[in-house]
């Protein structure tokens, strides 16, 4: 089954912490992975995709197939990037299956 | 460029009735998804559009449908609705399906 989870709910960190939202999938095949960013009252945006393999506002992913993970992480967090993350998988067509995500809070 | 619309932004509807939603892609955009977004199912998948052909189909009863028409725009249906569908409905568009830029969302609320 095509699944994606994100074991933690909520992740506190400090500013100035590293930061690493977890991300496992379930997909028997060659999917292609997202994470997406919600701010306080804003929609829905794409943060990154795999296979662009870019650093988005000082965030990086990496595939990591062995371990079908794909985990979100960036070396200092700030103050902005409390927000709400989903890790999402694209696999049969262009669905897409989100996980359930994790609230990162970032405090000063 | 002028981000996704919906409309409308809230609803409230009784059990048993019907809904149409509507969703207004980006310019240039050819596919349209939906998704639903419940406290408890989280963000799922309802059906991409693309080129007025419905290309892909969620996990949801024939009660909910839509279409496209010729500019893209979509509408969505739920008929007979239950107190199960209230949710925050969103709708994404994209010039090839991936990378899907997000609406606002319509909240339904069914009573």
């Known amino acids: 089954a095509q699944r994606v989870t994100q074991p933690e709910k909520l992740l506190s960190v400090f500013k100035g912490a590293p930061v690493e939202l977890k991300c496992n999938y379930s997909?028997?095949?060659?999917?292609?992975l997202f994470w997406y960013v919600q701010y306080s009252r804003q929609r829905l945006q794409l943060l990154l995709r795999h296979i662009s393999r870019e650093s988005i506002k000082g965030f990086t992913a990496d595939l990591n197939k062995g371990e079908t993970s794909f985990h979100l992480k960036k070396p200092f967090a700030q103050e902005e990037d409390s927000a709400m993350y989903y890790c999402a998988l694209s696999g049969r067509g262009t669905a897409l299956i989100f996980g359930k995500g994790t609230t990162l809070s970032v405090s000063s | 460029k002028a981000g996704v619309t919906q409309t409308p932004r809230y609803l409230i509807k009784t059990r048993g009735q019907q809904v149409t939603l509507s969703c207004s892609p980006i310019?240039?955009?050819?596919?349209v998804s939906w998704y639903q977004q419940t406290p408890g199912q989280g963000l799922q998948f309802l059906f991409e559009?693309?080129?007025?052909?419905?290309?892909n189909k969620g996990n949801f009863p024939g009660r909910f449908s839509g279409r496209q028409f010729s500019n893209s725009r979509s509408e969505m249906n739920v008929s007979t609705l239950e107190l199960g569908d209230s949710a925050l409905y969103l709708c994404?568009?994209?010039?090839?399906?991936?990378?899907?830029?997000f609406g606002p969302g319509t909240r339904l609320t069914v009573t």
């Open positions: 310019s240039g955009h050819r596919s």
């Open positions: 559009y693309f080129s007025e052909t419905q290309r």
């Open positions: 994404a568009s994209s010039p090839t399906g991936f990378g899907q830029y």
């Open positions: 997909y028997s095949g060659s999917p292609e």
